[in-house]
């Protein structure tokens, strides 16, 4: 077994990939929190724990994200846009030229080269509105688990709008649309439209073919089908989107070796 580990220390998860031979054969997540090392150390040993590896043996890690500094044990760190751009090439079998990461408190768009290269992006971390905190903060507010949202937005029901870019504002008009006895389906549309709209105007005019779509909020079927309608493009969703990027930092490892 050639064994790697990438990290993706997130600001609202750490993610664990664990990749042999250029394949995920493990993943694992767990929230935020202080003490990411040690954190980090724990989802590790679940991995090789549930892979029947011993605990004792070491294998080379590469972090990323936020977080990465605060993980010592490191063999190496990269930017969290290199690793997103080459976990996104491979799981997409070389065909992404444009995307949009979806994080927990940022919206990432790239563009790669066709050899998988970084060579734009844009990247929007003023505001929560639009990231996986706002999704977050919806659910909580209308009292319902975000694996229900695909489903919920289709449902029938009036076209409503939730037009604020600042996330205190969208609560107060998700708030006002609840008081004015508008159903959970046409809220939770309005809501992927707004992250939509914010997503699509980041990447601006992308390249021909699909737009794919990472980060753990791209599992939410309903905002792939609104960033499809909001740019007018197909839009195709990774295979494991939330792992992505911790799986580009393991491909880095077996890069560099």
């Not at 993706?8 to 054969?25: P, Q, R, T, Y």
């Not at 977050?136 to 449902?155: I, M, Q, Y």
């Not at 008009?173 to 997503?199: D, N, T, Y």
Request: proline share 7%.
């Amino acid at each position: 077994m050639n064994l790697k580990v990438g990290l993706d220390l997130g600001s609202a998860a750490i993610k664990a990939a664990f990749v042999d031979s250029g394949e995920m054969i493990w993943t694992g997540v767990t929230a935020t929190a202080p003490g990411q090392e040690a954190i980090a150390l724990n989802l590790i040993g679940q991995g090789l724990r549930e892979l029947g590896l011993p605990p004792s043996q070491t294998y080379p890690v590469a972090s990323t994200g936020y977080g990465k500094n605060l993980y010592a044990p490191t063999d190496l760190k990269l930017d969290e846009l290199t690793a997103n751009a080459a976990g996104l090439f491979r799981l997409s079998d070389g065909q992404a030229r444009a995307a949009i990461n979806i994080g927990g408190q940022d919206i990432k768009a790239l563009k790669l080269s066709p050899a998988g290269k970084l060579v734009d992006f844009r990247m929007n971390d003023k505001c929560a509105a639009g990231t996986g905190r706002f999704f977050e903060l919806a659910a909580r507010l209308l009292d319902t688990p975000l694996d229900k949202f695909p489903g919920l937005s289709r449902e029938p029901g009036p076209d409503v709008a939730i037009n604020s870019t600042c996330v205190v504002f969208a609560e107060t008009e998700i708030i006002s649309l609840m008081s004015r006895g508008v159903s959970l389906g046409p809220i939770i549309r309005a809501l992927h439209a707004s992250v939509a709209k914010r997503a699509a105007g980041l990447l601006g005019h992308a390249p021909p073919g699909p737009v794919w779509l990472d980060g753990g909020p791209a599992m939410n079927g309903g905002l792939a089908e609104a960033l499809g309608d909001e740019l007018m493009a197909e839009v195709r969703v990774v295979p494991k989107p939330q792992f992505t990027v911790a799986y580009g930092a393991a491909l880095a490892l077996e890069g560099s070796s």
